[in-house]
């Protein structure tokens, strides 16, 4: 099946994790990918793990500076492309009291501010009947009671996702989103937590899930790519949860 032969796709935080796993995929299946990252330990390991002409480009999605610097990248040594994975962004758990101006600040300017800006220098060069992805998350149905600022940001991606979708449906681009459980990646490594309450953290976040275990990053990339491919082409402003049925409780 090579449901990506010519096409070109852009894939924000794909250096790591369920990206990453998206991206191998395509290149398999026939596809050029792009793929960013700020962690050099993740560059280096997209890389190793992606084919020669695969790039692999350096993008802070917290820097507002950094969009305009991805379009043009992308511009110059794309041209258009097919797809965008917007999937670039982090997560932190604190207590409600312990709240600041720099802790929303940062988390708001990363997974918000980031994929608007991209949006916006990107938008144009995608290309008709393209399509758009959005890395969500399962936090705002949760109702995590240390998940304010996190929860919150992936809310504010939800009503995006759907603004964007009627904004590109003239062009026949479509835009879906899908909402991640816990998925076993590298995302706890910025959670702030320690090695004991990582092991706590996730065995609660286990009992919740029906399925009674967490993801894996190619479980999360099979979604993605099924929203990225022609194979969802009458598939726009929807959202996919890919949570082992944690929010069925």
Do not use: C
């Not at 002409?53 to 040594?77: C, F, H, I, M, T």
């Not at 999360?220 to 929203?227: D, K, M, P, S, Y």
Request: glycine share 12%; charged share 25%; proline share 3%.
């Amino acid at each position: 099946m090579n449901r990506f032969e010519g096409k070109r796709i852009l894939i924000t935080g794909g250096t790591s994790g369920m990206g990453l796993a998206a991206a191998k995929k395509i290149v398999e299946e026939g596809g050029e990918v792009a793929v960013t990252g700020h962690s050099q330990d993740h560059l280096d390991e997209a890389g190793r793990s992606l084919p020669s002409g695969s790039l692999v480009l350096r993008n802070d999605a917290s820097d507002p500076e950094a969009a305009k610097e991805l379009g043009e990248k992308v511009r110059d040594q794309m041209g258009t492309i097919d797809g965008l994975w917007l999937n670039a962004g982090y997560g932190k758990f604190r207590p409600n009291e312990q709240n600041d101006a720099e802790f929303y600040d940062h988390m708001f300017n990363t997974n918000v501010r980031g994929p608007v800006l991209q949006m916006a220098e990107l938008m144009d060069a995608i290309s008709d009947k393209g399509a758009v992805l959005v890395t969500s998350s399962v936090s705002p149905y949760l109702g995590q009671a240390e998940g304010t600022v996190y929860g919150g940001t992936k809310g504010a991606l939800n009503a995006m996702t759907r603004s964007w979708a009627m904004a590109l449906a003239d062009r026949g681009v479509r835009v879906n989103s899908i909402a991640p459980g816990p998925i076993d990646t590298s995302f706890m490594e910025g959670t702030g937590m320690d090695e004991d309450q990582k092991e706590e953290f996730l065995e609660q976040v286990k009992s919740q899930v029906p399925l009674g275990r967490l993801g894996e990053a190619e479980e999360v990339a099979e979604v993605a790519l099924f929203l990225l491919s022609d194979a969802a082409s009458y598939v726009s402003g929807s959202q996919y949860m890919v949570d082992g049925g944690m929010t069925l409780r």
